[in-house]
Structure formats: structure tokens, C-alpha cells
């Protein structure tokens, strides 16, 4: 039960409410944000003098309901989670869940006219998921990571710590599984979590983390491609959504693709303090030089030349290097290089960071 029908029950009654809970189900087949049909049921849940409009899943061979998961889920509350409010069979034996209620599916939302608009907005030639896009798929990862990571703790999903540190895994996590609520304008996501079960192995637990994250890439380039449709996006942007599953969820709250030029010149120069951490961390990593810029190459000859030393074009704390020198030495810079960067300056200063 939501937190304003549970103070509308509590105002209503000058005592405690007592009675058997009824559900009314009327087999009606609760429709999606676009009017084609969901596999949710719209019921009334009745106790005593007071009714609320819930949802229900039913039954069938390919999402089994359990009575286990039931009792395992029916405490459990968290705002991107679909409440599990009650169970009960219907007359042949088959199991219900009575569900919280949605307004519908979010790979539809996404597909509508209304959620492409709020999904993403336009820069320049490309576009970028929108802060409420973005902050929805951080939302829905950062929910998969808990779910899936026992030992991880944070404050947001601090609800979930009471399963996750027994081991409670869900089996899979479908784009048809998220669904959106739209209330007072805000949408919000939320995960239908109706199957769920032990694990003690580690290995079993990790090998079940590599299929949910699996399936929360594929979810997450699923819900992209849709609210993209066919429009190009900001290369920044595509490596945010790539990020999902790589790093933990402050990580992914805190990815590059949205910083301030300033914040870039921040971080940029904190990288080449400390050259014996930064630059063993760096052996390895997949990453090229470019050498089709002509700008980049013009920038390396005047640093060489200024700074009588040579650039190792093998080495990607070099490349760090360059990009410092970029920022640090932009006065000095000659005009004609300045120019080509197409970025403005105010009064001598850099205000951009190119290649950050």
C-alpha cells in the first residue's frame, strides 16, 4: 500500500481497521500508454471500508509465480520497485500477485511521441539523454546492481540490504519486467521483481550477476535505440550507456558525458599530479593515438619544439600530457591554433578543454 492511501485509511478511521482483504477482479486487462493490452489485470483491493485500485499478474508457464517469492518479496518497499502487496489463487488453484499500480510499460513510453521529446534533447548535430532519462537509466542499473551484488551498500537502495545480504537473486530481468508510474508529471521506473531465490555459492552468484548484467546492457540499448529512433547520438552519450554493468553506480552517476569544460580542466590536471599513480594504471589500456588531426600534430610540434622533449605516441599518459599542455599553455598557443579549435576564450583564459 502506497504511502498517501495508507494515511487516507489512517484519517478515515478513528480505529485500527480489521477485516478480511477482497480482491475484485473483473479479468480486466489493464492497457498500455499506447492502448494495446499488458499482461497486468486492473483489480479493486477492499479492506474493510476502504479500496485502492492494484494491479495482477497471473500465472502462466513463462513467468511461474511462487509462493515462495511472494513471502520472500511482501515486505520489501522501495520506490523503482512494483510492490507485491498480496497473493491468493483464483478458483482452478493458480497462483495471483496483487501488485501496485503503473500506468504502463517503459519501452512503449519511450517509443510514444511524449517519451522520445522527454528522452533525449538535441546538441548541436547529435543528441543526449535528457537529466530524467539519464537519471531513469542510473535508476534501473543501480537497482540491478544491488539486486545482483549482496555486499554492495549505498545509500539510495539501502531497503534492498535486507535481501541482498541473504543472497536473494532475481532469475532475470526483462525490458517487458520495467514499467513506468506517471504522477503529478513525474515519471519514475519501476521493476516488476516477481521471481527471486537463494543462492549460497559464490560461484553461482557471480555466474547469475554476469546474466543480469547481461540482461540490463541489452535492456538499457534496447530502451536508447528506441527513444533515439535513428537519431544520432553524442559519442560521449553512447559511452555512458556502454558504461552500464562496467563500474559501480557512482561511477555511473558521475560519468564524464555531462561535465562542465571546467570540471574537465579539473580533473585533467589531477590526473598529471601524481604521475607514478596515474601512469602504471594506464600500461595497457586500449587506446591509439589519433593521426588524422592535423591540429593535434601542429599542437605536438609547437610543445616539443617550446619544451625541447618528444611525446612517446605509444604511451596514453603521453596523450594526458598533451592535453595538459593544451590547457595550461593555451596563451602562449599561436593564434592560427587557437582558431582552429573553434572554441571561444575570454580574456586569454581557456575556457573549452579539447580531447578531454
Known amino acids: ?35 494495446n493490452a499488458t499482461e497486468l489485470y486492473e483489480v479493486t483491493s477492499t479492506i474493510g471500508s476502504s479500496s485502492v ?21 511482501k515486505m520489501f518497499r522501495h ?10 489463487e483464483d478458483y482452478s488453484g493458480e497462483p495471483r500477485f496483487v501488485l501496485s499500480w503503473v500506468d504502463g510499460g517503459l519501452l512503449t513510453w519511450v517509443k510514444s511521441m511524449k517519451g522520445r521529446q522527454s528522452a533525449f534533447q538535441s546538441s548541436g548535430r547529435s543528441i543526449r539523454p535528457s537529466s530524467s532519462f539519464r537519471q531513469m537509466i542510473i535508476v534501473i542499473a ?54 527471486v531465490y537463494w543462492i549460497t555459492s559464490i560461484n553461482d552468484r557471480y ?6 548484467w547481461e540482461d ?6 534496447v530502451c536508447k535505440n528506441s527513444a533515439a529512433d535513428g537519431k544520432t547520438i553524442h559519442p560521449d552519450s553512447e559511452r555512458f550507456f556502454q558504461y552500464v554493468g562496467i563500474g559501480n553506480v557512482e561511477m555511473l552517476q558521475d560519468y564524464p558525458d555531462n561535465w562542465t569544460d571546467e570540471r574537465k580542466v579539473c580533473y585533467l590536471m ?4 601524481y604521475p607514478s599513480f596515474v601512469r602504471p594504471k594506464l600500461t595497457g ?20 619544439t617550446r619544451l625541447n622533449t618528444t611525446f612517446n605516441r605509444k604511451e596514453f599518459y603521453d596523450y594526458i600530457l598533451v592535453c595538459r599542455d593544451l590547457v595550461k599553455h593555451w596563451r602562449n598557443l599561436p593564434g592560427i591554433q587557437q582558431g582552429s579549435l573553434f572554441l571561444s576564450s575570454k580574456d586569454g583564459e581557456m575556457v573549452s578543454a579539447y580531447m578531454v
Open 1 to 35: 500500500m502506497s504511502s498517501e492511501v495508507f494515511v487516507s485509511v489512517y484519517r478515515a478511521h478513528d480505529r485500527p481497521t480489521f477485516g478480511e482483504c477482497f480482491i475484485i477482479d473483473e479479468n480486466k486487462i489493464h492497457l498500455d500508454v499506447n492502448g
Open 53 to 73: 485500485k492494484c494491479m495482477v499478474i497471473k500465472h502462466t508457464p513463462s513467468k511461474p509465480l511462487w509462493f515462495e517469492s511472494y513471502d520472500m518479496l
Open 79 to 88: 520506490p523503482n520497485i512494483i510492490s507485491i502487496e498480496n497473493y491468493y
Open 142 to 195: 543501480y537497482l540491478a546492481i544491488n539486486t545482483m551484488n549482496f555486499h554492495y551498500n549505498s545509500g539510495i537502495c539501502k531497503g534492498l540490504e535486507c535481501l541482498l545480504q541473504h543472497g536473494m537473486y532475481p532469475t532475470k530481468i526483462d525490458i517487458k519486467d520495467v514499467y513506468v508510474r506517471v504522477k503529478g508529471g513525474v515519471i519514475s521506473a519501476k521493476i516488476l521483481i516477481s521471481e
Open 207 to 212: 555466474n547469475q550477476e554476469l546474466d543480469l
Open 216 to 221: 540490463m546492457r541489452s535492456l538499457v540499448q
Open 270 to 273: 589531477g590526473l598529471v599530479t
Open 285 to 304: 589500456a586500449c587506446f591509439t593515438w589519433p593521426t588524422t588531426c592535423e591540429f593535434l600534430e601542429k599542437l605536438i610540434d609547437h610543445q616539443e
